[in-house]
DNA sequence: AATGAATGAGATTTCATTCAT
DNA sequence: TATGAATGAAATCTCATTCAT
């Protein structure tokens, strides 16, 4: 069981890091709370550092990220496109609540330590929207130019992303249903490429 | 140096929290950039706790804020829409910008020190997000259900919000001009209400 | 060195502040005292707090003291009342020398902290006099009234309690042998007894 | 009123000094409780040091008690020896409690600062000692040897002292009447002198 | 693999004292 | 004489890390 150990404490250590901050956590409360004695140093037989421990702990999260965009090239083609934006915006929020641990952490710590988490910051952000900015750019080929596609991807995502920005890191009580935030999303962006897809034939 | 040492303390203890994170930077860091002798505790003869700066230097930023605030209603009045939307978006970046340092505080720390920052979040991002959604409302009056009215607010806001969470909390390279993102946001706005519009009037 | 760490920070904690007062002894020179490094905390891996030692060294006299408190019933019938008083003087002045550390620390700080230290006091002190007071009571039982009989307990006691903390508390040179004192309170003590013996005989 | 301020930082620093202890009391509370602004230095007006109040206030005290034993000569010679008793009795205890502030102080300091404070442990306990051991001596002039005394004079006046030190430093609830201990021990001494008395005539 | 113990470094805070005003 | 401000020194306590067992 000598991997169970070194999984309980990445687990129980990004738990820590995102309700009270890296600077926050000690390691002897890290190893209380992975079931090891505070203060002992046992974490040191798994990892050469407590900033290892993170290292570790957000690698972990991209790997459960890469797989779950796996399954984005499947959800894709349904020809309805408000079915589409439905289908997209319900997975990046689901994308967003299943990392919303390594939200709140690159939200604290992100400034501190850039080397370590830019390249989380970029996988868990840049890509999702690199895709979504594609997609626009496929939706209605030609009759969108890709500065503005990708000028709506942000803005489409962004208005996603902030409403778990708000409520899981800046713990602000948001103010709208999830359900409603989502149908009026889908409403908003799609009028939004209707708007640019006339403007284009006129 | 014509300033008092109470404000050069805020001053740099606010850049320091935000630059760095809170529990990051010590008291003696502050006192050392606010020209006092580090380590000599000189920060105590004006504040009676490290956590008393933070306070003092949200309250300051908060009470610039309101500030602020009085212009908004000036503002208003243009007659067309787009012009209006344009107007609001550029107020709301620049309040953003103003707030960056805040902004980043906050999303470090709102999560460890709930009782201190919530008036501070509330103030920021609630407060400016209920003035928007009341202007909406009014807009077209009738026209679109006032939770309609509320989830297109949160979404248009928090696509702006979210461009400047994006590169000042977590430090992702933007990937959009901000004269781009201003104009495709107006349009999105702009869309999305004559859809409403248009939907109420059929 | 046979003792453990723990024991012998109790140990020169206790000295030290017998000695120095416990304001003035800091932890730093207890560690150092105890062979641990000066400053370096490795007493908090045996204590909370510097004034759990204080608590800890204070029940470990307490306990000894409880422990020389078994003989006393061993040592009292003997049938010649000087003989008895001899006895008692003999062992009420080892007791207190025995914990002329604790009563010194008391002296220093029973005013700070009494809800600590009550305990310890009424334990030295208060326990003590209750015996003795009962032992007189019994002597002469029915000529003594209580009260009396409480009052000459206090003044005994006091006389002998009052020789420690002259010299071990105020450091004052004390004028008498203690060979002279011991017989000159025998003497005193059983003319008292007597002295009442005869009046309530009249 | 420059002397005036001099007396109340006396004053309050005594009062802080036997309540608190000498390390424990700040200069900036004995300024605050003598109507000084808090750490603005004002006491070194008129002290040079914290020390400096400390001793400026024994002295102070030590007058006092001079004065107060003036009046000792005058109430002596009244020719029946227990209303004589009676008076030193009450006397000695109007003595020590009029010192209590000094003997709290005392008792917490005096293994300190021995330099200073031996002087003041002198003139309180040792010359009242004398004085009570010298009367004692003239009384049966002959008859008790000098030895004892001095013992008999230790054990009287520590008997009186203890009440008070059990009291006022060790914050003992004292569970004797002060009646019943001065009556008490009028005839404890009264019986004691009358046994020496009787020993030496056979 | 885990623990008890130790340590160097550093954090927040307090304080006696000085000095220009 | 009194004050606001500053400072050197030290105090309590925390912590990441190491090491012998």
Redesign the interface.
Known sequence: MSSTTRERIIDEAMHLFS???Y??TSVAKIEAAAGLTA?AGGLYHHFTTKEAVLAAGIERQLSRLDALREIRRVLMPLGDRKAELTLIARYILAELDSESELL?I???????R?QML?TA??QL??ST?EGF?TWIGELADGQIPS??A???A??????????R??RD????????EDE??LS??V??M???L???ASRAGA
Chains 1, 2, 3, 4 share one sequence.
């Open positions: 309700e009270h901050g600077a926050a203060g709140r690159l939200a604290s710590e992100a400034r501190n850039p830019s910051v970029d952000v840049n929207f900015a500065e503005a990708r000028a709506i942000v803005l489409g995502l962004g208005s996603l992303l902030s409403s920005l708000l890191v800046l713990g602000a009580p948001f103010p709208v409603t935030l009026t999303w409403q908003l799609s009028a939004t209707d708007d640019f």
